[in-house]
């Protein structure tokens, strides 16, 4: 089975950094995502990291220690459009079907 | 490139009567085709999976069916709505072949009254 665990609401001042955190226990590791979601609407895909390391988009980063069993976003440069919510989604134990976590809801304030 | 449609938009429905949302994909073949309900507050809950025409895994056992006539065309139905229907309903796509990234469509956000 798969256990994920991401802090249910965090705040940040715009035009700073934020890390979202997102633990998992799991067997079989086959990806880590990150989604976003704004409120009313789908979830839209920021990124998939199957290897250790940092993943860098452009404002957003991604990080994966698969022997932690710890993925984190970074978002820099926050703007107010990035108040959404933000889900860590794990695929594993064969499976090519990920399971999300309840989401962080980010909120971005002036 | 690959889009992906869901209708309707929004929908409010009585308690026991019939539902069917569509979903459909376009620019790519043989996509694996997934459902998810997202109770109000809640994460995303797998209802339904299919990796091609007429298969169908269901994760969660409920008063809902789907069911995949074509390709590129997956449909979510029940016979008989509940209250607990509810909810903002979201099909997904991701290609076959082991790649897992899934691309939602727009959603449906039903009431059931």
């Known amino acids: 089975g798969q256990n994920i665990d991401q802090p249910t609401e965090m705040t940040a001042t715009e035009g700073a950094i934020v890390q979202i955190n997102c633990t998992y226990q799991t067997s079989g590791f086959n990806g880590l995502f990150w989604y976003q979601q704004h409120a009313g609407e789908a979830p839209t895909f920021l990124s998939y990291n199957v290897l250790d390391g940092l993943e860098e988009k452009g404002r957003f980063s991604s990080f994966l220690s698969r022997s932690k069993g710890y993925s984190y976003l970074l978002l820099k440069e926050l703007q107010m459009k990035d108040s959404a919510s933000y889900l860590c989604a794990l695929a594993s134990g064969g499976s090519y079907i990920p399971t999300f976590g309840r989401g962080t809801s980010l909120i971005v304030h002036p | ?113």
């Not at chain 2, 690959?2 to 409010?12: D, E, G, K, R, Y």
């Not at chain 2, 308690?15 to 507050?41: D, F, H, I, K, M």
């Not at chain 2, 006539?69 to 209250?83: C, G, N, T, V």
């Not at chain 2, 607990?84 to 897992?100: I, N, P």
Request: include cysteine.
């Open chain 2, 1 to 113: 490139s690959q889009t992906i449609h869901q209708w309707p938009a929004t929908l409010v429905q009585p308690v026991g009567s019939p539902l069917s949302l569509e979903c459909t994909v376009e620019g790519t073949s043989n996509p694996n085709l997934y459902w998810y309900r997202q109770a109000a507050g809640r994460g995303l809950q797998l209802l339904f999976y299919s990796v091609g025409i007429g298969q169908i895994s269901s994760e969660v056992p409920q008063n809902l069916s789907a069911s995949r006539p074509q390709d590129r065309q997956f449909i979510l139905s029940s016979k008989k709505l509940l209250l607990s229907d509810s909810g903002f309903y979201l099909c997904a796509w991701s290609a076959s072949g082991g790649r897992y990234t899934q691309y939602f469509g727009p959603g449906t956000r039903l009431t059931v009254l």
